[in-house]
């Protein structure tokens, strides 16, 4: 009796990294990136505006293979981009160099903005087509949703001081690998479940510890790279990525956070800088 054995070539993942910097930086791109495996191209958030068009094309991520955008929450720094993303791609639909659906996707309050944005600054021959090939998608808390080859299963990480809800989510990997995002603020204990023994975690990261008199994170419900170390190695993930930062010390800030972030978490911890892709 044969024995039939199939061989499934599965590709590393990776993270196109947009942007790193936090809010109000003007010295790179606020935080967002291109979670790639399989086939999938998910975007996360979009930061600020137009700039996002910029970096995805700096990074090499073409518009049309962006299928599926996760948006975090409805912060400006967040959300804005993702009207730009929107406003690209509808044409290209029309001149049929876009295949298939956009489907975008965040919390109740992020899909009600963003559409009533979209409505507010865009023409009918582009809002026409929502619904139809660009799909608002609303998740609840513990959904989970395909978006391409990935599994993605969204969770509330809303602070308790936060101004605007906010949902993170965990992806499943084609090769099993689970990656985590947040989203912007320090993980809250009702996360941690969500977060727990992730391969991946994706975590804001204001400033140095040391350099929180100079920074004030926790004014803003942001952390440091100590307390994201911290949260990291308890939570058991393997892999650390810091962004959302301040963007005063970017020349030394791979080199500063990641040690850091080493005196307390054994794991290995990325600091990129905009446009670096990392393999996952
Ligand atoms: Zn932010």
Known sequence: MGIRSSIRIIMNGELKILGTGNAMCSRCYNTCFVLRAGGTSLLVDGGGGNGVLTQLRRAGVRVEDIHHVFVTHSHTDHILGII???????????????????????????????????????????????????????????????????????????????????????????????????GDEPLTEASHEWVK??????SEAFCLYRDRDRFRPYEKNHSTALDAAMTAARLGVKHLVLYHTEDVTLATRRENYSAEAATRFSGTIHVPDDLETITI
């Not at 001149?95 to 489907?103: S, V």
């Not at 023994?197 to 994706?202: E, F, G, P, T, V």
């Open 84 to 182: 730009w993303v929107i406003r690209r791609i509808v044409p290209m639909m029309h001149n049929g160099k876009y295949n298939g659906t956009l489907t975008v996707m965040g919390n109740e309050t992020v899909i009600t903005n963003l559409r009533a944005m979209c409505m507010m600054t865009m023409s009918d021959k582009i809002t026409s087509h929502f619904d139809n090939d660009v799909i608002f998608k609303t998740l609840a808390h513990g959904e989970t949703v395909t978006a391409g080859e990935i599994e993605l299963t969204a969770f509330d990480s809303t602070s308790p001081v936060s101004t605007t809800p906010q949902f993170g989510f965990t992806a499943l990997l084609p090769d099993g690998k689970r990656v985590a995002v947040p």
């Open 197 to 202: 023994d992730a391969d991946w975690l994706l």
